[in-house]
């Protein structure tokens, strides 16, 4: 395994193929981020969710602002030139040319009034004028052409009207003029200023605003004539449009727009909806009244008779909207914030798109509404909402996906990229060898991350680039549109961005790897334009400080071979009266002169003893711990002595070093025992040879026909001898063998009634033969205990071997079971032939018989083996004796 | 005339071995380690070999595994290694019976004896109705006869049921209360010992070695069992 994954990470093969996949990865996830952004775009954050949401819908709706008020409907005509000869089409040229002079007159006069701009924090254009040229503006103008007092004109953030706010900078400063004008506040609701109560009053909802826009006269409020003229201008061009006051409207945009172009006469264009003139959609229906002329522009066939459930009835449509004195109102269709395009742009041709005097005068065309409905009814006609719809259709297709199944894949594909990238920067270095730097790695890093950041920085920008083109590409002259951007965004392909975003980070993944190289080879210091310049000095510097370490280590170093903790002990007190000197000393100091300094300097002190305090508590625990493990036999027990400070980790390698003293120990403990058995098999095994030869050939002789007595005799006590000596011998080894431990034992649940019955069984005859009679005792409830089976055996035979060599013929000879608490026993009682002149606990002892005078052909091993055997069992032979009475008690654990 | 193979590292047990067999009437051939041993076998017809384990070159318990690739003749090991581990070992290799030295001779005798006769009967004894065999040991329930190798073996009726009983659960460990119940036909009420004297009777006229039971084997503190062979 270690050996396969070294191969892996060595060989090129696998840092190719993961090189290939990171980059796979990295333009994939590029891709998506392409659809992404293109997605958001589209649908304005994924908020469009169907087509009369969409800015496709919005920016259509716009395009009937200026068709319905110009009456193209109405007319039955084909061409620009024919519809120039309608009463609308008069009226709209000659409307334009009024426009255009007035825009060209505002813009000559600005322009040779020396009136400065000024874009504001709110991104809007404010102005101010030097009238007497001594460099110190008089006037200042709001976006509006109001003029601000100076305090507001720098300080004014437009946020909506307050006329509480207004009221008070009136106070404030006198010489702010203020203007009659509709304002709206942040909820829609419209103001008017009303001179005779010196205040804004809120506009009478029921459609009698109209009578109240009496413009002041200008002189009247104490400004000269240049400054009410330059204030009418500036007010007029931000009436026409909301990128006035953005500074984004030129002399030539406002003229091309506010004058009818031949162009825009046509059939609608399919590849631009929202341009042209629509008046005739089969999909809109509309009704819109103008108050001031009484008209009613329709295309659906509404009279002016019509009740408003008529009205709406003839309208239709899967979508309709109404307004109707300032209140709108969504009929039928989608709950969305999109769609107000048409009755949106219709207020704004009530209120803010003309000059207020020609609107009251009726001196044009652009005539206040009174109720205004609009309906959208999804046609199969060629109209442009429906060509519309196709391409939103279409749009949608082709992002099948949804922004945020798009965004999730873009992440967890540069995710998987990062993981792929780090992989390979971790084994870039790997060799055969170990890790190897690269010649690209010694040019210094300055270096080398200028050139890659560099080549990745131009992508990156390139990416800024599509992005910012695409968003801005959106900004079209009545606003911003979606639509537009998404459609020039469609034109950079995902792959292109998807390919930047591979190029923009390969030179990065190239710097990780050189990276991460020199790191892992210790090298990266080494590479650096700081290590050529600097390079020896620090070498120099860093020797010293090292030295110094050294020392300061070595004064610190405790040693209690050699002091008896002398030093551990002072350096103890010192450390600790230290601190306690030096925080009550800063304590009492911050305290008192309330330093900041010095209160961080307290809690530094405090965090040290802390920190140290920390390691010695988890030192001491280590060791603890290693000791507690030594203690319970695990004699593999090791200590951590990282973060150790210096004396706790001789602590520990003291307590490692008593461990393997133990373990020593423990190790020729072992070595001795298997040696002693070792030693009792062989001196077994090379004492039996000869004997068998002995017992064999001496059996031979017996079978020879000697005639010699004497010989005879002598065979005699020969065979006898070498028996003895047989008997001897194995019970020396088995007595060694028993003693020493080297026996292998199996316990297993030993029922003892049985048991007995099976050892009488096996002896009663020997016995009886000799005169004794054997009685057991057993209780009625088995006795069980643990015991090995065989070894049990083997106490008893010897215990009645015992019985047969020195019981008194004519006895009885009982056996009992019984069972304590703890054992289980059997009581063995006879009566012994000889006098038992020898202590009872002395029977049990090695070669000692119960016959002094050693006549008999008993080995004198019989009871220590029955003694040991027990033992080594957990259970005990006890050996008593009364008079001639000799009792043995084998006890052995219960079960 | 059988012939005995007797494999021995030490010259002196060779020789005393080679007297006891030639008197008991075998012809003998010698072996000083396994690989003679081995030749002899493949050289000549041998009914029986006694083989010591601890020798030079190729030992006793290897020289089995040989042996036993090709031949079943018994193998009697002979040894000076007299623990139970040993003895399951050898035996395990494949040896028929195991012999500590020292050795009682007349038991090696009787050994050699029973292995070679059941050596040769093997194949010619067929089986009779109403007869249990195991190893050398027949009971013929109809006759009511228990035989050792062959020979008769002169029972009496309560040792007869408890052989009975025995052998018609070959392998099977039965309780002294239960072999109690099964011949006296009473329950056993401290019983145990009754049984258990008789067992021993049996052991002495049915086993070589008593002390060291081939056939009737007691289970302590459980009861005993014929061994199935």
Redo the contacts between chains.
Sequence with gaps: MDTRWKNIKTSPWAKLIALLLTAVLLFCSGFYASLFLRSVLLYNCGQANSFVESYAFHDLMSAYERAILSGAEQASVTSYDEWLKTDQGSGMEKNDKIIAEKINAAFDLLDGSGLDTFVTDDNRWRYALDENGDGVYDVYFNYQGTVISKKAFESLQYSGFDPEEIADADDEDATVPTRAAVLTDESGKAYVFDPAKDAYVPVDTEGTAATTLQPQAQETDGLNKQTAAISQALYYLDSLGGDTCYGLASRETLLERYTMQKDNWSKPDTNAPGTGIRANDASAHYAVFVSSTGNLVTNCGVTKADSEAEILAKLGGAYAESWVNGVYTRISGEQAQAAHGLLGNLHDALYGSSDPLELLQGDGIYQPIERAYFSYTPSNAEDAFTLAKLGYDDFSARSAQSPAVCLVLACVLFLLACICGIWLSVVSGETAQGVRVRWFDKIPLLFRAAVLLGISACFIALLCGICFVSFYAGETIYGYSFFQASRFLAQAPNGLTALAVLLAGLPLLALLCSVVRTVRTRTFTRYTLCHWVLGKPLRWLWGKLKKLIEKVVYILAVDYQKDGGKKFKILSLLAVAGFLILSSLLFFLSGLERLPLLFFLLWVCNGAVFLFAGLLIVSLDRIMAGASQIKQGQLDAKIDTRFMPGFMKQFAADIMSIRDGLNQAVDSAIKDQKMKAELI?NV??DL??P???????V??LK?CEIEDEDANRYIGILDEKSQRL?TLI?DL?EASKASSGAI?LHP????????A??I???H??ALEAQGMELI?K?PETPVTVTAD??K??RVMENLFTNISKYGLEGTRVYLDVLESEQFGCMILKNISRFPLDTPAEELTRRFVRGDSARGGEGSGLGLSIADDLCTLQGGQCIVSTDGDLFKVTVALPRA | MYTVLVCDD?L??LD??Q??LE?EGYQVLRAENGRQAIAQVEAHTVHCAILDI?MPGLDGLQATLRLREKNNIPIILLS???E??DKITGLSFGADDYVT???N?LELMARVKSQIRRYTALGAMEQKEGVITTGGLSLDTLAKTLSLDGEPVRLTATEYGIVSVLMENLGRVL??AQIYEAVWNEPAY?A??T???????IREKIEINPKDPKYLK???????KMEKY
Excluded: C
């Design positions: 098999t077994s095994h039996k040879t004997l068998t030869s002995i017992v064999t050939y059996d031979l079978k047989k194995e080894v292998e297993v649940k030993l029922n003892l009634n049985e048991f019955a099976q009488v069984g096996e009663a005859d057991l057993t089976a065989q049990t055996s | 030490d002196a047990i005393s071995l007297i006891y008197l601890m000076a290694k007299s139970d581990t030295k020292p050795f001779p309780s002294t401290a145990e010992k049984v258990t004297v008789h067992i021993r009777r007691v289970v302590w503190g459980i009861g005993y």
